[in-house]
């Protein structure tokens, strides 16, 4: 009797380990799986940011270059033709003269324009709503559209790469708008608490889902958008009907 | 002849700006160079009523070589050329005591009026004078407001007219005739203000004209 009580117990105790160890072996996957996924999530993130930030450097890199160096050749170009200009009498060498004024007027707009879209110079020195307001007066002077910005951000303080992000992000928006919605009218409103800022973007163009375009393919600029609002943490929602579209984002504070 | 010397290193700037300046009869541009500490060495033995000067410089940036000018003759002008923008240097203006600021940017006809506008006003910027004076004020408030004892009697009733005039916008011409007196000696009692208030330039002028209430805003 005494052995098949003592085979019994040593086949429980069997089970009960063979068991305690498939489980710990099992836990032991679960576990470090998870742990890859978030290892691979965070260096996923941080591929991502320092993507965005390399590129947000480089922009300020060609900024610069573009004002300190094509700029100020271009400056002196137009002060050696006005010295030119007074000193030459034939109307015909001095008609070209002026055309010459006339497109280096035009150059030096042009590469203005571009230096300031590649980093509007507004956003580090003043802030995110000065840099939009620039943004949407330029947007407003070269399209029929109107524009309408309002609310302030008051005392919610934004970090540089925050700022940068949130621009980038409204630009790429708003020029969606334009680009496909054919829209007439813009509006932009920022609402501010202490831990929580809002920005909420309505047109009146034709109407679009973003996130089912987003799923369907991920295109450059949508992707870009959905970049900018996942580094830093922010979310994004969007409110449509027939006539209009709308996009709330979100940054909250803990 | 008003003369004239240039620091700038951008090579082609610098030789087209004296191209236009040579075109105006009274002035006369008598020294250009690339780095400031030839102009320095320049000044020890010579003297220029106006300096144009460039701002952001390899060899010694335009701020560090004007206070060095200041110190060396507070009567020379100095007027900074840069593509800077505007508000900015104004704030750096107030702390090396440059007279006045020209943007890169404008056009060639009023580089011949900043330069007219520094013989006869002392003073040029690219924007208004109440605004340059507004961003003045705000400049000075966030500056430790110096513990300056405020004398009432410090300027003669004459000098705070000259302020007031001065501040309406008018050259030292237009002063001496509004006057009655010559234009020397509207520029006499110009130098006794600067002296007095120990201020380098105009724009420090109408801000202490501001906080006497010899003016007001409304007289910009």
Redesign the interface.
């Known amino acids: 009797m005494d052995v098949v009580k003592d085979i019994k117990i040593a086949f429980i105790l069997g089970t009960a380990i063979m068991l305690f160890l498939v489980f710990g072996l099992l836990f032991l996957v679960l576990f470090y799986q998870n742990h890859f996924m978030k290892m691979k999530r965070n260096e996923a993130n941080l591929l991502l940011k320092t993507a965005l930030e390399s590129e947000k450097n480089e922009r300020e890199r060609i900024a610069i270059d573009l004002?300190?160096g094509v700029?100020?050749?271009l400056?002196?170009?137009?002060?050696?033709l006005?010295?030119?200009e007074?000193?030459v009498l034939d109307e015909k060498f001095k008609a070209h003269i002026q055309l010459l004024q006339n497109t280096l007027q035009q150059t030096?707009e042009n590469v203005?324009v571009i230096s300031q879209k590649l980093m509007p110079?507004l956003l580090d020195?003043k802030g995110l709503r000065p840099a939009l307001e620039v943004y949407f007066e330029f947007l407003q002077t070269h399209s029929d559209a109107k524009l309408d910005l309002k609310g302030d951000l008051d005392d919610f303080e934004l970090s540089s790469h925050e700022k940068y992000a949130l621009f980038r992000l409204i630009q790429e928006l708003i020029q969606n708008m334009f680009k496909h919605g054919q829209v007439t009218m813009v509006q932009l409103m920022i609402e501010s608490q202490t831990k929580e800022l809002q920005i909420k973007i309505t047109d009146n163009g034709i109407p679009f889902d973003f996130f089912s375009t987003f799923e369907a393919n991920h295109s450059g600029g949508l992707q870009n958008i959905m970049s900018r609002i996942k580094s830093i943490g922010a979310t994004m929602k969007q409110l449509s009907d027939d006539k209009s579209n709308t996009y709330i984002i979100q940054l909250k504070r803990k | 002849m008003f003369k004239i010397a240039l620091v700038d290193d951008h090579e082609l700037f610098r030789k087209s700006l004296i191209f236009v300046l040579e075109q105006i009869e009274t002035i006369e541009v008598v020294f250009d160079t690339n780095d400031g500490t030839l102009l320095l060495q320049y000044l020890q033995n010579n003297t220029v009523d106006l300096v144009l000067l460039d701002i952001q410089m390899p060899l010694m940036d335009g701020f560090t070589l004007c206070k060095k000018i200041k110190q060396l003759n507070t009567d020379i002008k100095i007027l900074t050329v840069s593509q800077l923008t505007t508000k900015e240097s104004i704030h750096q203006i107030f702390e090396s005591g440059a007279n006045g600021f020209f943007s890169k940017n404008s056009s060639t006809d009023s580089f011949k009026e900043a330069v007219l506008s520094m013989i006869e006003k002392d003073y040029y910027f690219d924007i208004s004078l109440s605004d340059v004076v507004k961003e003045a004020m705000l400049w000075k408030a966030t500056q430790n407001n110096d513990d300056q004892q405020i004398n009432k009697d410090l300027l003669s009733p004459r000098e705070k007219e000259i302020i007031f005039w001065s501040a309406k916008g008018l050259t030292c011409q237009q002063i001496a005739d509004q006057l009655f007196i010559s234009k020397r000696t509207v520029e006499t009692h110009r130098k006794t203000i600067m002296d007095k208030t120990s201020c380098l330039n105009f724009i420090e002028v109408v801000v202490y004209g501001l906080k006497e209430r010899i003016i007001t805003l409304d007289d910009l």
Do not use: C
């Open positions: 004002h300190d700029q100020g050749d400056n002196a170009l137009k002060f050696t006005a010295g030119l007074t000193g030096t203005r110079p020195q």
